[in-house]
């Protein structure tokens, strides 16, 4: 039942032989013409440029497509295969449907997004080192944001991590750097605009957990090998060993300029010329810092409060009384209320110096005591005599040339004792001059 054209061994119902370079010898050949106007299942028709077949479900007429149709579209969304578009673009208006994405051959700029122009890169992906650049073509990390010009004084490219925008309860969005061993390290802005690091992402209600970066925590429960420290005196030495210098930061000075207020000049210490206690490293142990102003403070409050007790030794209490002992102290006035001391000195002007002590005083204050009794007692029916001295006084000597008696005059100056109250007689007693000293400068 089989039909040969061309052939004496047909194997189909219908075989034509096969054709020939020379025209008009190709085995099938249709001449175009209007399309049916009701599509026939089966048919197969040719009009103009395009062949046509019409299949039996909805007796739908389809068009043949050709590999060399295949310029600018993928018509077949169904391929289980490889689809190697080539030179050429893929364009889609529906977006893919999870697709992988991969190159015929790794390279550093393997696949790119560009503009709409086709040639301005928005993204690239280097998938020799797995690195993703955006603006860039060239990324040397596994996210590198490129430099490109904004405009005149605008920032640059600016990366934003969003928030948790739940309308019950809101979240600050937040990066986790992993810390060597693996620990988390989240890091995000508090509601008060406060850089936070914790080893637990943020939310609502821990949105003020962790550490503000810069701070120093000093909770218990963030320490060990606690040890009390009481060597006050040796924080104070270390205090007053440092030297202190004024200066100006070198990176201040240049990105800030010379004459910005930003680059200050500042009073502070060289990292090699102080106690390690002061250092971490290159930085300011600004805890220990703290500690050994307060334990300076301390070793000086000590310094005070101990300044009467004899038996511990107090240079504070040692320069105080060298410094009393300068005749250039500058002190000008004192008050006390009682002072206690073995020996007064004064001087004047000149620079002679007078000192008395208790012995010489008590006599002058006797004398001036009999100097000060009432006149009264003596009258004309009973004058006083040479036996009526005070005790305590030495003897009266007589005048020369006459009988009544009259003390010696004290060849010390009235400015020792006061002003002394003058009677007439009898007059001031005498006083040794050996127990009035006096100098000449």
Not at 187 to 209: C, E, F, M, V, Y
């Amino acid at each position: 039942g089989n039909v040969g054209i061309g052939t004496t061994t047909p194997t189909a119902y219908l075989n034509i032989k096969a054709g020939t370079a020379t025209a008009g010898t190709a085995p099938l050949k249709l001449t175009s013409g209007v399309l049916n106007t009701t599509a026939e299942v089966g048919a197969i028709e040719f009009l103009t440029d395009a062949y046509y077949g019409t299949i039996t479900t909805g007796a739908a007429r389809k068009q043949f497509a050709f590999t060399s149709d295949l310029t600018s579209y993928v018509p077949y969304t169904g391929a289980t295969g490889a689809v190697t578009l080539g030179a050429n673009t893929l364009s889609t208006t529906s977006g893919l449907i999870s697709p992988k994405l991969y190159p015929s051959a790794d390279s550093t700029t393997a696949i790119q997004f560009n503009k709409a122009n086709g040639t301005t890169n928005v993204m690239n992906i280097d998938t020799t080192n797995g690195y993703v650049g955006i603006g860039t073509t060239s990324p040397s990390t596994k996210l590198e944001i490129g430099s490109l010009d904004l405009g005149d004084g605008v920032a640059g490219p600016v990366l934003t991590l969003g928030r948790n925008t739940n309308a019950t309860n809101t979240g600050a969005g937040s990066i986790n750097f992993l810390a060597k061993g693996g620990t988390a390290g989240y890091i995000w802005q508090d509601a008060a605009g406060k850089l936070r690091i914790n080893t637990s992402a943020p939310s609502n209600a821990n949105d003020t957990a962790g550490t503000v970066i810069g701070d120093q925590t000093s909770i218990r429960d963030t320490k060990q090998d606690i040890l009390d420290y009481t060597d006050y005196s040796n924080a104070l030495k270390m205090v007053v060993d440092a030297p202190l210098h004024t200066f100006r930061y070198i990176k201040e000075v240049d990105g800030y300029g010379a004459e910005s207020p930003l680059a200050k000049e500042r009073i502070g210490f060289i990292a090699d010329e102080v106690d390690k206690m002061f250092m971490v490293g290159n930085s300011i142990d600004q805890v220990s810092v703290n500690g050994i102003m307060m334990a300076s403070i301390k070793e000086m409050n000590l310094k005070i409060v101990n300044i009467n007790n004899m038996e511990v030794k107090n240079d504070w209490r040692d320069s105080i009384s060298v410094w009393f002992a300068n005749s250039t102290n500058g002190i000008g006035d004192f008050f006390s209320n009682k002072v206690h001391t073995k020996e007064i000195c004064m001087t004047d002007d000149s620079g002679a110096e007078t000192c008395i002590n208790k012995t010489k005083l008590d006599q002058l204050l006797v004398g001036q005591a009999a100097s000060s009794q009432p006149t009264e007692q003596a009258t004309e029916n009973n004058p006083p005599s040479a036996t009526d001295t005070p005790a305590g006084v030495g003897p009266v000597q007589p005048q020369a040339g006459g009988t009544d008696p009259a003390p010696a005059t004290l060849n010390t100056p009235a400015e020792v004792v006061g002003p002394v109250q003058t009677v007439p007689t009898p007059t001031e007693p005498t006083v040794p001059a050996s127990d009035v000293s006096t100098s000449q400068p």
